[in-house]
Structure formats: C-alpha cells, structure tokens
C-alpha cells in the first residue's frame, strides 16, 4: 500500500488489549506526561518514558537532539514517529497531544484511560525511579 502512495493511518485512540500487545514489540514511544512524582508512586506502565507535561509546554520537544537525549534518556522523536501518550487519567494527554500536533508531530495515539485504565485491567506496573529535585526547563 505505502510503495503504491498510499499513507498509513492509525486510529488516534489506543485501548488496553491494542497497547499490551504493541509494547510487545519493543518499539512503540510510550510517553507519560505526568510529574515524575506520580511514575516514582504509584508507579508506571513498563516501557513508558516520562516527558512531564509542564516540561512539554516549556519546551521539551524544541530541545536540539542531543540536549533532549541527555534530559530525559531516550532519543527526540523524529515528527514522523508513532508516539503513544499517557497520563493518570487521560485529560493530561489531550493537552500533551495539541501541543505537541502544534510542533508537526501528527502521528500521535492516545490512551483515553491511561494509568488508571492499565491498573483497572491488571496491567504490570514498574516503580519509577526519577530524580524529583530535577531542575525543569
């Protein structure tokens, strides 16, 4: 389909069942926007990174590369990745996602239940282990 000029398209919503078995594949960016408070308790979804959303609308995603690795410990996301966002309940990751749309990143899924949602369906859960005294941008 894509050699024949067509463009692939995914849904912009992800559900439970859809995002265990993504992660499986070791390749998704699974973004949490909450603080780093909130993925050191109660914990987060093992895979996620944490870009907090404060850091987002301060300008995370605008950070050269190589400032951006050192900062959060994974490579920028090119505008053409697939990123997935999470927060605790949802509400954060549709601000996440209009901002980060407003940068050229349109290739943006969001899981409407996120953290809750993953616990409520017995999904695994990994305590984070992130430096609160973290300057912010």
């Known amino acids: 389909w894509k050699s024949a000029g067509g463009a692939l398209e995914y849904p912009r919503t992800i559900h439970f069942q859809a995002l265990k078995e ?12 909450r603080n780093r408070s909130e993925l050191n308790s109660p914990g987060q ?3 996620s990174v ?3 959303l404060h850091e987002i ?6 950070l050269p ?5 050192e900062r959060y410990g994974f490579e920028k996301p090119r505008k053409s990745n697939v990123l997935v966002l999470t927060c605790r309940s949802g509400r954060r990751i549709l601000v996440a996602e209009n901002h980060l749309k407003s940068f050229g990143y349109l290739n943006i899924r969001v899981y409407p239940g996120s953290f809750k ?10 305590a984070g282990n992130y430096d609160l005294d973290y300057d912010v941008l």
Do not use: H
């Open 22 to 33: 993504y992660l499986k594949l070791d390749s998704p960016l699974l973004i949490d926007v």
């Open 45 to 47: 979804i093992p895979g």
């Open 50 to 52: 944490c870009v907090p």
């Open 57 to 62: 609308l301060q300008g995370a995603f605008e």
């Open 65 to 69: 590369s190589r400032d951006f690795k």
């Open 117 to 126: 949602d993953w616990v409520l369906n017995g999904g695994e859960i990994l």
